[in-house]
C-alpha cells in the first residue's frame, strides 16, 4: 500500500516539474505555442517584440527565454477561456545583443503545473538602421505661363540615389526623368518626387505643386522690358535705316534688310533695329502678344499713330501723364519717334542711326526728355 503512495507522490512531483521544464511534455494537456514569424529581424537598440497563438488558453504564463531555457527574458499571461488565445511579448533591448542574431525560447508555462509546456525557438536578427534618404526639394509652388514654359525642379539627395519625379496631370504639365517640367495646358498638378528604400536607406517622398496659367498682364510687360534690355546689352545690335535695316523689319523674323521687294521671310540680315520695331519686338518677342507677334513676322510695326497702336487690341491711349505717373512698360510717343519707360526714370530705345553699340541703349530719361514726346500709348494685357 505505501510503494502505491509513494508511486503516486513521485508521479505528482514528475508532473510538477514537467510544467516548467522547457520541451517537457505533459498527459494532462499540451498547449501549442506558434510565434507569428520564426525569424524577427529588428533595429539595433529597438525592442523585439514576439508575437502568436497558443492553442489552449488556461492561464498560463507565456514565457520569453534566452538560450539557456532558464533566463527570463519577457513574460505574459494568457486568458482562461480555454480556447485559441493571441500574446504578446516585448524584449527589451537591453537584453539582447546590440548585433548579430540571438535564439530566443518561447514556452508555455502552466497555472500550477496542472498543463504542460512547449519549447518554440525564435531568432532575432538585429542589423544597423536605415538612414534617411536627405532628399530635398522646393517647398513653393512653380509656376509656368505661356511666357515661361519649361522649368526645372531643383532636388537633391544626400545619399546620391536615383530621385523619381511623376507628375499627377501629364496631359497639363509633364515631367522628365530629370525634373523637367513642360507646361501643356492650364491646370494644376502636383509633382511627386521620390526615392525607393534601399538595403540602407529609407524609402523617402515629398510633393511640389505646379500651377500652369496664362500671364498677367504685370508679367508680359517684364518680359517685354527684359526682352529690350537684352537687346540694348547686346553690343552687337546697333540702329540702321535704309537697305541695311527695313524701317518696320525684325532681326529675328527675318525681315529686316531693305524694302519690302527685298525681303525674305526666316532668313536673319544684320542685327539691327529702328526705333518703333524694337519697341514691337519687345512686345511680340517678350510679351509673346499674339497678333503683335504675327504683324513682327510680316514685317509690321506699330508706328507713331493711335491708330496703328488700336489696331492690336492691347493698347489705350493715356494721354501725356505727369512725368511721375508713367507706368512701367509705357511707350512714348512722338511724330518721328518712340521710346519704353521702364521705370525709376529709365527709359530704352534704339536712336541714333548709325552702327555703334549705344545706339540701343537704356539711360536716365529726364523731365526734359519727357517733354518732347506727344503722348503716351499703355499696355493692356490679353
Sequence with gaps: ?????????????????????????????????????????????SDAVITGTVSIAQGQKIVACASDGTTVLAQTSAGSSGRRESFRLQIPASRLASEGSTDVFVQSRAALGLAASERVRVSIISRKPKKAQ???????KIVLTNLKTTAKIKAS????????????????VSVTADGTLKRKKNGTVTITISQKETGVYLAEKKTVTVVSRKSTRTEQIDAAVQWALRIAADNSFAYGTGRNAHHNGCYFCGTNYGPRKYMKPS???????????????????????????AACRRGAAIGMEKKTYRGFGCWKCVGKPAYRKLQKGD?????????????????????????????ISAHHMSKKDYRKFS?????TGY
Design 1 to 45: 500500500m505505501r510503494s502505491m503512495q509513494r508511486l503516486v507522490l513521485l508521479a505528482l512531483i514528475l508532473a510538477l516539474a514537467a510544467g516548467f521544464a522547457p520541451g517537457s511534455v505533459s498527459a494532462l494537456s499540451v498547449p501549442k505555442i506558434q510565434p507569428d514569424r520564426q525569424v524577427l529581424t529588428k533595429e539595433s537598440g
Design 134 to 140: 536627405g532628399l530635398k526639394a522646393p517647398s513653393k
Design 157 to 172: 539627395s544626400s545619399s546620391g540615389q536615383k530621385i523619381l519625379f511623376q507628375s499627377s496631370r501629364p496631359k497639363v
Design 267 to 293: 532668313r536673319r540680315y544684320k542685327k539691327t533695329y529702328c526705333c518703333n520695331p524694337f519697341i514691337h519686338a519687345a512686345y511680340a518677342h517678350g510679351a509673346q502678344h499674339p497678333k503683335m507677334l
Design 331 to 359: 511707350v512714348l510717343v512722338k511724330h518721328d519717334h518712340v521710346a519704353m519707360y521702364i521705370g525709376k526714370q529709365r527709359m530704352v530705345e534704339a536712336s541714333g542711326g548709325n552702327w555703334s553699340a549705344s545706339s
Design 375 to 379: 503722348f503716351v500709348m499703355r499696355y
